[in-house]
């Protein structure tokens, strides 16, 4: 017979986009929580002190980021891929379309998986521009425990002042919910690891997960902007660069 | 009770297709939807226009022959149901009833609301069967099957391959029929010998096709007259996975797929 390609098989392909969609839920985990040291009432010194360690881990950085992009170019085109099929394998569509329910997890959020997933790569470029990059944000210098380091904070803070960016954010953050509420549980259907009786508890436990990342990410811009410190005056008593 | 069917014709394979609108009358509830296009095609008759061609066989819910997209689902609004199943009783009299064929570029409408389901076939013949001994039947019970075993691929051999899962996809995909055929042979001792050639050959066969890939969405189950549960799409993924990998060490060790 004719060598099977897993690779550009439909189940290979589904393997390999519900695993970098998996990496790249452990990266999203990891970076709200670091993340929500911006809510504690230190001034931001917890927070500078986690992205200060973040930048200082030198080529292991590099290393990070590039696996990053790899599953997360891994991912959308697979994913694109997978939902182009759309089109291609029914192009003469129906002049009415309903779900049966039941069993059936059609929803909002299964269908829109393509739609919130092109914002996300969108919201990406700008997110990285002002905060890695840190253009139209505020660059500084601020002391924590001893040592100089950039203020993060400040840029946050200063960046969460503007309602616009502030609300954008919180859009973004909801549609992030959206994909990963099918995405979560998708992925472990994907793998063929579930058992019939996991799938249930399985379904709700994608939907308290998703509901505990948008809570989370939408928390810190609405936080800031509602109630966060004055970026005039977070500073006067440190001298700025 | 009275309906205004709104059906799909199309005279052959290509020709345009368009809906046409028929009123229908002294329908009875316990009527099935099959014979609700039964008495319409008599009135069409008489009429001297073209019948609605459709596919049955058994009328009963077994055979898996018919198939219609009513109202938007695929053998209508009723779970576990086939379209032969659906009764007039559970539409609103004097409504609308809109009829349209299984849709996918893999099933072409051969006429009206006929389609080719053949890409079923092609993808059986490439894997769908276990080798036996031919000569005389062998004992019963001399192949021993634990009775949980047996039962799990009972859920799974229930499958009629009537196509519902395809037409119900948004992608068009045939995973929960693939899956229901691979799973049920894994799990049975009989099914061992071509176990990995099947999954290979059988998943080959439906890309190929040209089915769409699976995004979880699980209408096909909703869809499913028999409520195959997409479970067996979980197996078969494992079971493909596990081919791939014994393929390619037999492959190294010098043989054949
Ligand atoms: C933080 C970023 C992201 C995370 C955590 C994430 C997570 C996931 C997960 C876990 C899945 C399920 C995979 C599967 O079932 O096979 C998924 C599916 C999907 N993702 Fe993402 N994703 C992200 C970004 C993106 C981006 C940028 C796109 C761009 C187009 C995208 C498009 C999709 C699509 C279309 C699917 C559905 C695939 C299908 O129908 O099977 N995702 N995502
Ligand atoms: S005609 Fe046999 S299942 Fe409907």
Redesign the interface.
């Known amino acids: ?4 390609c ?1 690779l550009s ?7 390999i986009a519900a695993i970098s969609g998996l990496a790249l839920v452990g990266f999203i985990v990891v970076h709200l929580a670091g993340n929500l040291t911006l809510l504690l009432p230190d001034g931001g010194a917890a927070f500078n002190a986690y992205a200060h360690k973040l930048a200082s881990l030198g080529p292991l950085l590099w290393v990070a980021r590039a696996g990053l992009l790899i599953f997360f170019l891994a991912h959308v085109l697979l994913a694109i ?3 182009l ?2 089109k ?19 929803t909002l959020s ?2 829109s ?1 393509l739609v919130t997933g092109l914002v996300i790569l969108l919201f990406i470029p700008f997110h990285v521009w002002m905060f890695t990059l840190n253009k139209g944000t505020p660059h500084a210098m601020v002391e924590v425990h001893g040592t100089l380091v950039k203020d993060v904070y400040l840029a946050v803070v200063t960046a969460f002042k503007d309602p616009v960016k502030a609300w954008s954010y919180v859009a973004v953050m909801l549609l992030l919910g959206f994909h990963l509420r ?1 995405g979560f ?2 992925a472990f ?8 009786k996991w ?1 249930p508890a399985l379904y709700t436990v994608a939907f308290v997960f998703a509901a505990l990342m948008a809570v989370g990410f939408i928390a810190l811009p609405v936080y800031m902007l509602y109630f966060g410190p004055n970026p005039e005056t977070l500073r006067v008593a440190v001298a700025g660069h | 009770m009275k309906f205004n069917v709104k059906v799909w014709r199309q005279s052959g394979p290509n020709a345009k297709g368009g809906f046409k609108q028929y009123a229908v009358d002294g329908i009875l509830p316990e009527m099935s939807l099959l014979e609700m296009l039964d008495v319409l095609n008599e009135q069409l008759t008489k009429q001297g226009e073209e019948p609605v061609a459709f596919d049955s066989d058994c009328r009963e819910g077994i055979c898996g022959t018919c198939g219609l997209v009513v109202d938007g689902m695929a053998h209508g609004s009723r779970l576990k149901c086939t379209t032969c199943e659906l009764r007039m009783r559970h539409f609103v009299d004097g409504g609308t009833v809109t009829i349209e064929p299984f849709r996918a570029k893999s099933f072409p409408v051969i006429k009206d609301l006929v389609v080719d389901r053949g890409a079923f076939d092609r993808i059986m013949a490439a894997g769908g069967y276990v080798s036996v001994n031919a000569g005389s039947a062998p004992d019963a019970n001399a192949v021993l099957v634990p009775k949980d075993i047996a039962e799990k691929a009972m859920d799974s051999a229930a499958c009629i391959g009537c196509g519902a899962c395809v037409a119900a996809c948004p992608n068009a995909s045939a995973s929960l029929f693939v899956s229901a055929k691979i799973t049920q042979f894994s799990l049975l001792p009989q099914g061992q010998a071509e176990r990995e050639r099947r999954a290979l050959r059988m998943v080959g066969q439906m890309d190929q096709e040209g089915f769409g890939n699976c995004s979880n969405h699980a209408e096909c189950e909703a869809a499913c007259p028999k409520g195959i549960s997409i479970s067996n799409i979980a197996t078969m993924r494992r079971e493909y996975m596990r081919a791939a990998r014994l393929h390619e060490e037999r492959a190294e060790a010098g043989g054949g797929g």
Do not use: N
């Open positions: 017979m004719s060598k099977p897993f098989s439909t189940i290979g392909r589904k393997v891929g997978v939902r099929d759309e291609r394998a029914r192009p003469d569509g129906y002049a009415l379309k309903a779900s049966k329910g039941g069993p059936s997890k059609q299964s269908r998986m099918h549980w998708s259907q994907s793998l063929g690891v579930l058992r019939p799938t």
